[in-house]
């Protein structure tokens, strides 16, 4: 089975801090995703990477960044934290549009 | 419009009860239809494929409407188990590769 693993299930950070949020897939799947979910609202694309340094922006990319330096892992980086990122954190790595796997996501409360 | 919509329910049903759900796409090129099922603090997990003829696997069926640009979802003799938040998806083309769009769920709650 694909594993996706994010680095933190449970995050706290503070207002303008840099956050780094990482994920790692053992497959070797060139397409990572990063979303984030939030009642009322789903799941909302932020970036997504179909290679090794490649990089597109989602549907809500403004507060992100992402860096993809091996197939491996795809890192979701907010350079200063705001209380409006406060939300579910989700990776997901996929081989074909049929075999999308998550990870067991990122709660992350910024303060 | 939302590219991708679904009622959100909660739809509260009792065990045994058939249950459908039903789930609208506005992009008339999408191409490849999905069905998640995401447990409560969990993350989503692939349920089923859509396919233009349906298909059926167990108590699930799932069936795809082109021309009313739909997708749906029925379980049968629904179980306690099920309870659980069903996630429609929708994969369409676009310059830079296909593009997932979920729909915000609907929530469902068996109960005994």
């Known amino acids: 089975d694909v594993k996706v693993t994010q680095s933190s299930r449970y995050l706290v950070k503070r207002t303008g801090e840099k956050v780094f949020l990482e994920c790692v897939q053992d497959?070797?799947?060139?397409?990572m995703f990063w979303y984030r979910q939030d009642p009322g609202l789903g799941l909302r694309l932020i970036y997504f990477?179909?290679?090794?340094?490649?990089?597109e922006k989602g549907d809500i990319p403004e507060g992100y960044s992402v860096s993809r330096e091996k197939k491996e892992r795809f890192s979701l980086i907010l350079e200063s934290a705001s209380t409006n990122q406060t939300s579910m954190y989700l990776c997901a790595s996929s081989l074909a549009p049929s075999g999308y796997t998550f990870g067991s996501g990122t709660r992350l409360t910024v303060v | 419009r939302k590219e991708v919509e679904q009622d959100p329910g909660p739809f509260n049903v009792p065990e045994g009860a058939t249950v459908a759900f039903n789930c609208t796409y506005s992009?008339?090129?999408?191409?490849?239809f999905f069905w998640y099922r995401q447990d409560c603090r969990k993350e989503p997990k692939l349920l089923m494929s859509v396919y233009s003829s349906g298909n059926e696997d167990g108590r699930f069926t799932a069936q795809l409407n082109r021309a009313s640009q739909y997708i749906s979802l029925l379980i049968r003799d629904s179980k306690l188990s099920d309870s659980a938040t069903y996630l429609c998806v929708v994969i369409t083309s676009g310059n830079a590769g296909n593009m997932l769009t979920f729909g915000g769920g609907t929530r469902l709650m068996v109960k005994p």
């Open positions: 990477s179909y290679d090794v340094k490649m990089k």
């Open positions: 497959m070797d799947h060139e397409n």
């Open positions: 992009n008339s090129a999408s191409q490849s």
